[in-house]
């Protein structure tokens, strides 16, 4: 059996029982776009001679020579016959969450472009490398030179179709006008690890908790290249989605397994500096409960940005856009102003602060800025003591407990908490540090978390939130060995001594107003169930530190 046929066997077995694949887009339902449109198919040819396949979508009786904006995604899931794991019985364009209609109907040509190797198109994956950077520099001056184009183009996608949007602003093709960018992978490397340590990814639709090691995900998205055609595709289509050989991947998956992020692969692929100091309009949407795309170093990419018309959400989802389980009216409104102002060249104003920030409690507010100017880092020095690496079941000797007294005011944590921590042990072992909600009934929520391999002096940087802790409540902070849901590690079974831990906590000086309309999504009361634990009440109330907040003079 030839290695192209094991894995077409194996990507079948992943749609029939699997899981959304790493990077991916969530699965939701399949349904078509209820804008009636014209569906071709072209083929772009590439400077190294590679050819892109593009499925072109015009709004329904719309002549050939009339010109209209454009709308691209260019991306790894959109073979006709499967989206992810979903089987595409039907074939043709897969639409499935691209919200296709919202820009049909507003006048826009909205066109799929597969990425090398996926789909229709010719080539070998390369993981956001040179490769894929030139097919969205390709993609988006093929679409901007068109006859039925404007010449002007907008990207927009989610996760991987994110991850290419900011490939187009890196590599500035002529004729890309703004993007929008949600959930994206902006570092592949602190993406797959955490300062080396593999992130793990949820087991959809059957579990969201972490059960697959990102060392996976080099393997996973084989089996997605390998997806076989549909039988109605065409002769090149066909050849494409069938042709490629095993020479292709075995550098690609040892790169991709490599958890030093100081090689060139890894390197080359941080669009974190290509792109500073960009003037391109950038819409970035990052969720503070994504399993997948984790609020990281996005939110380092944001303040990184140049001077231009960018806005952001940042707030309580996963792995989505807020079309829809937000809990918010007004997504859709300001993603299509975005684009009628920037691509379409629309008389329009884009609604909305620059920032909308949505709180764990629900509240939803406008900012100017993220962290915002009167975040202060107020310092807490935790407990100290000894814990044991060996993962698996959980018990006492695996974490040091530091806790707050009960707060008599409403704390703002706004912003990425961080913690350094002086260790001896083996390097071999991890240190985790996890920040809690404790309510006065002792139950313990979790707020944030971050994790380093140990040495002698250890900086963890977590991810980002914005949570605020009710009056009455304290702030617990675990130390631990790892998060076993979170992070994959082989324990070291060996013991670890915190000599010194300081704790930096970002909070807002000044009290929130919530301006903008929303609620509690749907994600909120999924992390309550998922992300609590009862703690005993000797925990609580043996293991207090002191923790002085800010007066709103602070800044």
């Known amino acids: ?46 400077p190294d001679g590679n050819r892109l396949h593009a499925d072109i979508l015009r709004p329904a009786g719309l002549a050939d020579d009339v010109r209209t904006p454009v709308i ?17 019985i039907e074939g043709g364009p897969s639409v499935e969450n691209l919200t296709v209609e919202l820009f049909l109907n507003a006048g826009y040509t909205y066109v799929i472009v597969d990425l090398r190797g996926f789909g229709g198109s010719s080539g070998c994956p390369d993981f956001g490398g040179p490769g894929e950077r030139a097919d969205v520099s390709t993609a988006v001056e093929w679409a901007a030179s068109q006859p039925w184009s404007t010449g002007k183009v907008g990207m927009w996608g989610t996760s991987y179709e994110a991850w290419t949007g900011l490939m187009g602003l890196a590599t500035k093709p002529k004729g890309l006008a ?5 959930e994206p992978v902006v570092d592949p490397y602190t993406y797959l690890y955490m300062q080396g340590v593999s992130w793990k990814f949820s087991g959809k639709p059957v579990t969201e908790q972490g059960v697959r090691p990102s060392d996976l995900a080099g393997f996973e998205h084989v089996l997605i290249a390998s997806t076989p055609p549909h039988p109605g595709d065409s002769p090149e289509y066909q050849a494409n989605a069938l042709q490629l050989p095993m020479q292709c991947y ?7 397994t490599d958890h030093n992020g100081d090689t060139a692969f890894w390197r080359d692929r941080d ?12 819409f970035l949407g990052q969720g503070f409960l994504d399993y997948n795309t984790r609020a990281y170093r996005s939110l380092e990419l944001w303040n990184n940005l140049g ?38 060249g629309r008389d329009v104003q884009i609604p909305g602060p620059r920032i909308t920030v949505g709180q764990f409690d629900g ?50 944590v706004s912003g990425i ?7 001896s042990g083996p390097p071999t072992a991890t240190v985790a540090v996890e920040l809690f909600d404790i309510g006065p009934d002792n139950r313990a929520v979790v707020i944030t978390r971050g994790i380093a391999p140990v040495s002698e002096t250890a900086h963890i940087q977590m991810l980002a939130q914005d949570w605020v802790i009710a009056a009455g409540h304290r702030l617990g902070v675990r130390i631990t060995d790892v998060v076993d849901d979170v992070w994959s590690h082989s324990p070291a079974f060996a013991d670890v001594t915190v000599t010194a831990a300081h704790l930096e906590v970002p909070i807002l000086t000044e009290p929130r107003t919530a301006d903008l309309p929303g609620g509690i999504g749907e994600a909120i009361p999924k992390w309550h169930r998922n992300k609590t634990r009862t703690l005993d009440a000797g925990v609580v109330n043996n293991a207090v530190v002191p923790m002085n907040l800010p007066t709103a003079t602070d800044r």
Not at 250 to 256: C, K, M, S, V
């Open 1 to 46: 059996m030839s290695g192209r046929s094991v894995l077409v066997r194996a990507l079948l077995l992943v749609l029939g029982v699997l899981v959304v694949v790493t990077g991916g887009v969530p699965v939701t339902g399949s349904a078509q776009p209820q804008a009636p449109y014209q569906w071709r198919q072209d083929y772009i040819d590439g």
């Open 72 to 88: 691209l995604t260019v991306s790894p899931y959109r073979a006709h016959s499967a989206y992810l794991s979903e089987p595409r």
């Open 178 to 182: 703004a993007v929008a960018a949600f």
């Open 250 to 256: 075995a550098r690609y998956l040892e790169q991709i």
């Open 271 to 282: 669009l974190i500096a290509k792109l500073a100091g960009n003037t391109t309009p950038l």
């Open 307 to 344: 001077p231009g018309d960018h806005k952001a959400w940042f707030g309580q989802w996963g792995h989505q856009t807020c079309h829809e389980k937000c809990a918010t009216p007004h997504f859709d409104t300001e993603l299509l102003a975005f684009f009628d102002k920037h691509v379409a």
């Open 363 to 412: 509240r939803w507010r406008g900012e100017t800025q993220w962290p915002a100017a009167d975040t202060v880092r107020v310092p807490v020095e935790l407990r100290t003591g000894r814990y044991t690496d060996r993962g698996l079941l959980p018990g006492p000797d695996r974490e040091i407990w530091s806790v707050t007294e009960p707060f008599g005011r409403e704390v703002h």
């Open 417 to 423: 908490p961080s913690a350094t921590v002086s260790l």
